[in-house]
């Protein structure tokens, strides 16, 4: 989270508070300082902080530059007041950054402070309406962001990826800058760590794509939610099966350091919800379900309300095709627990398909092993086609670099879900794909690992989506 100080007089300023404000990241906090306090729109209190001094003064500026600040930008309607402001902060934080919106021709040799000649700004506006003049790529457009240009951080999602698994759904990846040069986008070319992508698209759209983008490694169940969800449905399980997958719940939850909520629907054991009661508190919440909404109707609501990242449920109500497609909807993933202890696990097993579906849950397999200490097992059917495995192994192992965090790779003759069988514990993930919603039945007749999950179902399963955005 980085500190930005914002120093504003004038109607420049005002204007560049307001936009700042209405602009969609969330990753920094921004430390206002204006002479004479104005009223801005849509203010999340937790990323804005206002003061109203003169910060000419170096003696009132120095109690606000005790914290430290990533960048100090200058939008004043004095000339006198930017050069003395300068001033005083160099005083004070000598390689402090300044952003400076110059409308006077300043000039100063200090590479730390960076000036932004308005003339030069508004020139170049005027020029786009000249006819037979090629547009610069800042200017290309409707200005509402259906252009963006977005650098790849080390740790982002997208690092190590391939384009083709990269589901684009009203924007496009149309160029990539790489060691300042121009790389056309194929469906093999993978992304790598400072990358710089072209965006277009969707002005909403792409300002969720810069999220996910920007978004490190390392806080799930984040993208999908911040909390955690316990479906528990009475008619399916009884009492000790509820202190079983309650002993579970409660290990995750506190592992994960993430709100727990719990939906209980047909309370029918009473002593059973009194159990469940006694755990209630500190970020432990209890919702019981008397009216006659759906199962499916209940969950997509308690989906909004608790901004849920991730549902876990007991393997016995996975097992049922209804609510198999009801947690499909819900575009999240499921965890399925079993009878077998969780906090034991040592190892996520991934099973190869001849798909590019577990490249596209890699990150969320990363993210969570990272979090639990578990180590990665990859296991590869060598009787199956193998070019778009070799990809996905590619992808994994450079994906390892980034975590520091070894993986084994098995290469089987005999399909691995006999071979897990005879393993002990561990928690398979599996791609939340729609072939995940077929009848089990018609995985006696198919090869797909995918569909053969129900194999290994006395084994805990993460049941992770598909979609990236």
């Not at 000649?117 to 409707?142: E, H, T, W």
């Not at 500190?282 to 608790?306: P, T, W």
């Not at 609510?323 to 099973?351: A, G």
Request: overall charge negative; glycine content about 2%; hydrophobic content about 40%.
């Amino acid at each position: 989270m980085k500190k930005i100080l914002i120093i504003s007089s004038g109607d420049v300023g005002q204007h560049f508070i307001q936009r700042v404000i209405d602009t969609y990241t969330s990753e920094n906090i921004y430390y206002v300082v204006e002479m004479k306090a104005n009223s801005y729109e849509g203010i999340n209190p937790a990323r804005f902080k206002f003061f109203e001094f003169d910060p000419t003064s170096p003696y009132k500026l120095a109690n606000i530059l005790k914290m430290d600040f990533f960048q100090v930008f200058i939008a004043m309607q004095n000339r006198q007041d930017v050069e003395n402001t300068i001033k005083n902060i160099k005083m004070l934080k000598k390689h402090l950054n300044i952003i400076v919106i110059d409308e006077w021709g300043l000039e100063y040799e200090d590479n730390n402070v960076v000036l932004i000649n308005a003339k030069d700004i508004l020139a170049s506006k005027l020029i786009d309406y000249l006819p037979n003049v090629p547009v610069i790529a800042q200017n290309v457009g409707l200005g509402e962001g259906e252009i963006m240009e977005v650098s790849v951080p080390f740790g982002s999602s997208f690092v190590y990826k391939h384009l083709g698994v990269i589901e684009q759904k009203n924007w496009k990846i149309v160029a990539i800058y790489r060691n300042r040069k121009l790389l056309l986008p194929t469906r093999r070319r993978m992304i790598q760590p400072n990358d710089i992508l072209l965006l277009i698209g969707e002005p909403h759209v792409l300002k969720t794509v810069y999220k996910v983008i920007k978004r490190e490694l390392g806080q799930f169940p984040e993208p999908f939610g911040t909390s955690i969800y316990l479906f528990i449905d009475m008619n399916q399980l009884d009492f000790e099966d509820i202190k079983h997958l309650m002993k579970k719940v409660l290990w995750i939850s506190q592992k994960l350091s993430k709100d727990l909520y719990i939906r209980v629907c047909n309370p029918n054991d009473i002593d059973a919800l009194e159990y469940i009661k006694e755990f209630t508190g500190d970020n432990i919440y209890l919702y019981v379900h008397y009216d006659k909404k759906s199962r499916q109707e209940v969950i997509l609501q308690d989906k909004n309300e608790f901004h849920i990242g991730l549902i876990v449920v007991s393997n016995k109500l996975f097992s049922t095709s209804e609510m198999r497609k009801v947690f499909y909807d819900t575009h999240l993933p499921v965890l399925s627990l079993s009878q077998k202890p969780f906090e034991t696990i040592k190892d996520v097993v991934l099973i190869l398909s001849d798909s590019k579906d577990p490249e596209k849950i890699s990150n969320t397999i990363f993210d969570f092993s990272e979090q639990f200490d578990f180590n990665i097992e990859i296991y590869n059917y060598l009787n199956e086609h193998q070019e778009l495995k070799e990809q996905v192994i590619e992808h994994y192992y450079n994906l390892s670099t980034i975590f520091s965090k070894n993986i084994k790779l098995y290469k089987q003759e005999e399909n691995p879900v006999r071979v897990l069988k005879n393993k002990e514990n561990f928690l398979q993930v599996v791609p939340f794909s729609q072939k995940i919603l077929k009848p089990t039945i018609y995985s006696y007749l198919s090869t797909d690992s995918d569909v053969m999950y129900h194999f290994l179902d006395e084994y805990h399963q993460m049941f992770i989506p598909t979609a990236d955005i």
